[in-house]
């Protein structure tokens, strides 16, 4: 409703008096009939609710501004102010129900903050409260806002307690979040209130209503748990920096994030741990938040490479009327050892840092790096594999560690072909290496050979009941024909009788 109001008044020109005070409201479609999906105070008081038809708004109210309804863009609002919340609590979630909408006429969103542990960084709770409701006015948002030791308790103040009311003593029966049909079954039982409720026999409650009013009572008390399940998963490290006066240049945030890293690099040095991937929230004065992110090949916690990382996603970041706070967090993890430098050679240092620059440049999908995997039939024995992945960077950091198999293996080409390429061959029979091939229309003249190194079929594959070819043996030869160059062939299966089989070309030696 907020939104809507706001960007109405944008697109007044001129902004008169008359028109900024005007009541307002958000239409929807409803079975034909235009109808007030959310109406603004004024416009309440004076009798247009949600529901009511549009034809009827118009008739009390002829000055009323109606503007279509966007459950989207509002629920995308919604998300946006929950993550700038993230100010006082890494802990927000939004209401249910509200996201999205489980009705066309909606009476107010709602965002719950888990402020546990956190009050005091702003001077208490009321001091939290009263910041946090100053800034949302300021950014042009109408809400209301309690503090309780219940979910359910807080939940009911803000939506209906007076002025510094405290306790959900006198609360209507609405307080409870209950069903509207259960509601008209209160109201006509003469139970208009909580306490009214409370004081009814709970075995005469459950048997008319059933468990979900018992429950929300239970909840309300604290005597049933509700936990909040959080927008976003708490980050398992993070750093906080909120600024005396908004910040808004690019120097101001490089010197901000400097000052995050060298925070958080040495709690993750402590804890044994470096960083997979970094999220940086910057929260703008107006209520509005922005984002970067990094990722590493390898963990990392060197504040200098993680700061280098930074620097392009910062140049897209918008600081808008002024940036108050930026929180730099650990989206992702894994254990960093202590390691002596002399164990690391130069050219490992060297090349993880210019690997992640290029993922981050580029996307960490469009830069990949080879893994072993546990086949020995040449196509299969290693894939690409995104330089980002949770796994470590063999490559990189642990040359030798590319699976339990060490046997030694016979030479294997440098350049392996996508897909083997049949071959035209003569060779003595039965198992010698071929004298004269044809490649692409060239002959070859073998000069020298070696082999063969025979592969068998992977029998526990699903392929091998179905194709055919793929349950015969290849025999390897490494030949190099008069001219020096160097081939790698195989033959798919053994000669026998009926059967000739086929060579193919597979890889080429330097």
Not at 160 to 182: E, F, I, K, Y
Not at 468 to 477: I, K, L, N, S, V
Not at 501 to 509: M, Q, S, T
Request: glycine fraction near 8%; charged fraction near 25%; hydrophobic fraction near 40%.
């Amino acid at each position: 409703m907020d939104r809507a109001r706001l960007k109405k008044r944008a697109q007044l020109q001129p902004p008169s008096d008359a028109a900024l005070n005007a009541p307002f409201a958000t239409t929807i479609q409803d079975r034909g009939t235009v109808r007030i999906a959310a109406a603004c105070p004024s416009a309440r008081a004076q009798g247009v609710a949600a529901g009511l038809p549009l034809a009827d708004a118009r008739a009390r109210l002829p000055n009323l501004i109606a503007q279509d309804a966007d459950p989207d863009g509002d629920a995308v609002a919604l998300q946006q102010l929950a993550r700038w919340c993230a100010r006082y609590t890494p802990w927000t979630s939004l209401e249910d129900g509200t996201t999205p909408f489980s009705t066309p006429f909606s009476t107010g969103a709602g965002l719950w903050l888990d402020i546990t542990g956190c009050a005091h960084l702003l001077g208490g709770e009321e001091d939290l409260l009263h910041d946090l409701l100053g800034r949302l006015s300021g950014a042009g948002y109408t809400a209301r806002a309690a503090v309780a030791n219940t979910p359910g308790a807080a939940w009911a103040l803000a939506r209906h307690a007076a002025n510094n009311q405290n306790t959900c003593d006198g609360l209507p029966v609405a307080g409870l979040r209950l069903p509207s049909a259960m509601l008209d079954d209160l109201h006509r039982l003469g139970l208009r209130t909580i306490d009214d409720v409370v004081a009814v026999p709970r075995v005469s409650l459950a048997t008319r209503f059933g468990t979900t009013l018992t429950r929300r009572l239970d909840q309300l008390s604290g005597v049933m748990g509700e936990p909040l399940s959080p927008l976003t998963p708490a980050p398992p490290r993070r750093a906080r920096l909120a600024f005396a006066e908004p910040i808004g240049t690019r120097d101001d945030m490089d010197a901000g994030l400097a000052h995050l890293l060298d925070e958080l690099c040495p709690i993750m040095e402590k804890a044994s741990e470096g960083a997979r991937r970094l999220g940086l929230l910057f929260c703008r004065m107006d209520g509005t938040t922005a984002e970067a992110s990094i990722g590493t090949s390898t963990a990392s916690r060197d504040p200098v490479h993680l700061a280098r990382l930074f620097v392009e996603k910062l140049d897209a970041i918008d600081p808008g009327f002024g940036i108050e706070v930026m929180i730099l967090n650990v989206l992702e993890a894994s254990t960093l050892r202590a390691q002596q430098m002399e164990t690391i050679t130069p050219e490992h240092k060297d090349l993880a840092p210019l690997v992640d620059r290029l993922a981050n440049r580029l996307g960490s999908t469009n830069v990949a790096r080879l893994t072993a995997r546990a086949s020995h039939m040449p196509e299969q024995a290693c894939a690409d594999v995104s330089v980002m992945a949770q796994s470590k960077m063999d490559a990189l950091t642990h040359p030798d560690a590319l699976g339990g198999d060490h046997r030694p293996r016979a030479e294997r080409p440098i350049h392996l072909l996508p897909q083997p390429e049949p071959i035209d061959v003569m060779a003595p029979l039965p198992d010698h290496p071929p004298v004269l091939f044809k490649w692409r229309q060239t002959h070859h003249r073998v000069a020298r050979a070696d082999g063969p190194e025979r592969l068998g079929p992977a029998w526990w594959l699903e392929m091998m009941r179905t194709d055919p070819r793929a349950r015969e043996p290849r025999d390897y030869y490494a030949l190099e024909d008069e001219n020096g160059g160097r081939y790698w062939v195989y033959r798919e299966g053994p000669y026998r009788p009926g059967h000739t089989p086929r060579w193919y070309l597979h890889g080429v030696f330097a």
